[in-house]
């Protein structure tokens, strides 16, 4: 039979390395893969008892499956949830996430700053269904209670924001949906579920792309939704089981994996870039410099409020334009040019040519993605090497 370690006892570190882990009867030391679809019975009686929810045990790998339950349970002892779902990738988490939980009518309320994908799940896909929306700015608490409707079901926000990397107050906003009768659904990728833990800030519903830092070597895609007992069962359970967004049990060994190294690789990636804002903010062709974890970022008292680190992505601004941006990214021979991001490679992206580049010039304006910005998010190279690097690109600008 399969034992299950109990991790609420141990600290995160701990936990990465043995939570949710289920031995077989071999008493294998690594996680054990279960590539199969489906599951025999001992007898019809037992299958009945198992479709009935009598008897407890996996039915099909849509619904579940050992290797993807452990990445399951590796994750709630991580985000401190009641339960979660994996998903395939980062957007068949929000899609599900969002979908699950509103019909036509409803009205969904979200932070004008998010990943492209996001906005147009919400905007496109639900907006054809007959769900409406409305964008804010994540920062103005006000906008937020302004934008309340009597049909407002969902709050929606991504923290730190991609590239700008803006943070929005999640217990602020938390406070606003739950008086208005809504759910605060937090996008959470960017913070890493080591820097920033929504659901004790009073979010109801926390997704991930694992496909960023969880896997963080760049080979997977997926994706989970973390919420309290009562959400999933009331809303995700049996949409999940019949939609089929599920996770391969290839990729969630995968990541149960990376789940391993994460708060190693985070806290290094995290370290690289503290010093790669620094050291960007003293040159003389530099202008703005965006990070979270420096005292001249706009948020700092929110930062300071909700995030235990600053961030392993950085945003800054060449003088120069689109020009010096391209210049200094093709100068680059340690950091990759590349929109994927969480990765031990360190990654620089021109979001206005690539990531945001389907936004008109004016939406990219309010946003402040300006022509000189480059997004960079560091890896766990040598700190010495990285600093090297942006040395000789700065030169060639
Ligand atoms: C990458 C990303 C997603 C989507 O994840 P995929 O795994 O690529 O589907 C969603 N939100 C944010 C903030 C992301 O960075």
């Known amino acids: ?67 993807t339950r452990m990445f399951e349970e590796r994750m709630i002892a991580l985000e401190g949830a009641e339960d979660a ?9 929000v899609a599900a996430a969002l979908q699950c939980q509103v019909r036509a009518g409803d009205h969904i309320l979200s932070s004008r700053a998010l ?46 924001t991609n590239p700008t990397l803006e943070v929005i107050d999640i217990a602020a906003v938390a406070e606003i949906a739950h008086a208005a009768g809504a759910t605060l659904v937090v996008d959470n990728v960017f913070a890493t579920p080591m820097l920033q833990k929504p ?15 969880i896997d963080g070597q760049g080979r997977c895609l997926g994706g989970v939704i973390l919420s309290n007992q009562d959400w999933i069962d009331r809303n995700l359970h049996e ?29 290094k990636q995290t370290a690289n870039a503290a010093r790669l804002a620094d050291h960007l903010a003293g040159s003389d062709k530099v202008g703005r410099v965006l990070y979270p974890g420096r005292a001249d970022h706009p948020d700092a008292a929110v930062i300071a409020k909700q995030m235990t680190g600053g961030s392993t992505l950085l945003a800054f601004e060449l003088d120069g334009g689109k ?19 969480g990765d ?3 990654l620089i992206t021109h979001p206005a040519t690539t990531t945001h580049k389907n936004l008109t010039s004016e939406v990219r304006a309010e946003l402040g993605i300006t022509d000189g910005m480059l997004r960079l998010s560091a890896g766990i190279e040598d700190t010495a090497d990285l600093l090297d690097d942006v040395e000789t690109a700065l030169a060639a600008i």
Request: aromatic content about 12%; some cysteine; charged content about 20%.
């Open 1 to 67: 039979m399969l034992k299950k370690n109990d991790p609420r006892s141990l600290r995160p570190a701990t936990r990465m390395v043995h939570g949710g882990t289920m031995r077989s009867g071999f008493g294998e030391t690594s996680e054990a893969l279960f590539l199969t679809q489906g599951f025999v019975y001992p007898s019809a009686e037992a299958a009945e008892a198992r479709f009935k929810g009598d008897e407890p045990g996996f039915i099909y790998s849509r619904y579940g499956n050992p290797t």
């Open 85 to 93: 779902r994996a998903t395939a990738s980062g957007m068949a988490a």
């Open 115 to 160: 990943f492209g994908s996001c906005r147009y799940v919400i905007e496109t896909v639900l907006g054809r269904a007959g769900v409406t929306s409305t964008f804010v700015d994540g920062r103005d608490l006000d906008q937020w209670r302004a934008a309340v409707r009597p049909e407002t079901r969902v709050f929606f926000m991504e923290t730190p």
């Open 199 to 213: 659901l004790e800030l009073g979010a109801d519903v926390v997704i991930y792309s694992a496909t960023k830092h």
């Open 239 to 267: 949409f999940f089981r019949h939609t089929g967004p599920s996770l391969s049990p290839f990729n969630a060994w995968t990541l149960l994996k990376g789940l391993e190294t994460l708060p190693l690789r985070v806290e």
């Open 323 to 341: 020009e010096a941006a391209f210049r200094f990214s093709n100068a680059l021979e340690v950091i990759k040019i590349s929109n994927n991001l």
């Open 344 to 346: 031990a490679k360190s």
